[in-house]
């Protein structure tokens, strides 16, 4: 199952827009990913009615005096009643917390979706709200971020040209995995499917590793007492690695308290390949450098290629 928005076209706006248009949306979370929604659907969608529902009351009411939402609510039921898409945009680990608050203001006609990062962990946290995953439940993952954090890091782009990543399982009601594909659509995004068992084991290896040996690096040389001299010294090479430890450490430690077991399946094989190069170093295998360098090389200038870009400037 696989969604795209490569050709858009006016027949396929039209669908998005009759899917959306004139819907509530109600978006529980108004940080980086929640308020980059809400800034990205603003008077794209005829009639949507955009509900923001939060704990910080000076960030509820400066989205709305920004024009990208209609209303607040600091209470989730209340926010959420009526509506006919709910986002829960925030943390993994708080996702079970308001499904049981949202529990209460359900309707077999709401589709429900998240944006967190692990799905196995979400799919733990339904079923011990719910028992059986209801059918208008669509777990989510916008492949989209930032290192900076809240409200005020929102930007109306942030997925355009990205991937969203949707992972229904075999209940779930195709009404509402339409709605929700629709949803990132027509924030430009290109929707994809699968398991939640792959997802999960996908992005410890492409997102989940690399935060964590960011954050590893970046923590070892300040417990050295060298980060000041690093950093002033630092060229565009250890910038651009350790830039996403600077990433919310709230959401970060979540992530890998809900994905531990696929993190550390791929960091263990991670393990062992530097302590073969750290070996291959202090014995000054030339071979074994070359080759692990060139083979690292040709994979990322292939991956560069599927993504239809320039290799980058070394700094």
Not at 275 to 286: H, I, Q, T
Request: net charge negative; aromatic share 6%.
């Amino acid at each position: 199952m696989r969604w795209s928005i490569v050709c858009w076209g006016p027949i396929r706006w039209l669908r998005m827009t009759e899917l959306l248009a004139g819907k509530h949306l109600a978006i529980i979370g108004l940080g980086l990913i929640g308020g980059s929604v809400a800034r990205g659907l603003k008077g794209k969608i005829p009639g949507l009615t955009i509900t923001a529902i939060g704990r910080n009351t000076q960030v509820l009411k400066q989205a709305q005096h920004d024009g990208v939402i209609n209303q607040y609510s600091t209470d989730i039921a209340q926010g959420c009643k009526g509506a006919d898409i709910v986002l829960v945009a925030v943390p993994s680990l708080s996702v079970g917390g308001i499904l049981e608050q949202l529990k209460p203001v359900m309707t077999e006609h709401m589709a429900i979706t998240d944006a967190a990062s692990v799905k196995g962990a979400i799919m733990d946290a339904v079923a011990e709200v719910f028992g059986s995953p209801p059918a208008m439940f669509v777990p989510g993952h916008p492949i989209a971020g930032s290192e900076h954090s809240g409200y005020a890091a929102a930007l109306d782009h942030l997925y355009q040209g990205k991937k969203v990543i949707l992972t229904p399982l075999e209940d779930t009601n195709p009404a509402a995995v339409s709605q929700v594909a629709a949803l990132w659509e027509a924030l430009g995004a290109e929707v994809l499917s699968m398991s939640v068992e792959h997802h999960d084991a996908v992005l410890a290896a492409t997102s989940h590793l690399p935060h964590l040996l960011a954050y590893a690096l970046v923590d070892t040389l300040s417990q050295q007492g060298v980060s000041e001299e690093i950093f002033r010294y630092a060229a565009g090479g250890f910038r651009d690695f350790t830039r996403i430890a600077s990433s919310d450490p709230q959401m970060w430690h979540d992530i890998f308290m809900a994905n531990g077991p696929a993190t550390v399946d791929v960091l263990d094989n991670y393990i062992e390949d530097l302590y073969r190069l750290r070996k291959a170093v202090l014995e000054k295998d030339s071979a074994e450098l070359m080759n692990t360098f060139t083979r690292a090389k040709k994979s990322r200038d292939n991956f560069l290629t599927v993504l239809n870009t320039k290799p980058e400037t070394k700094s």
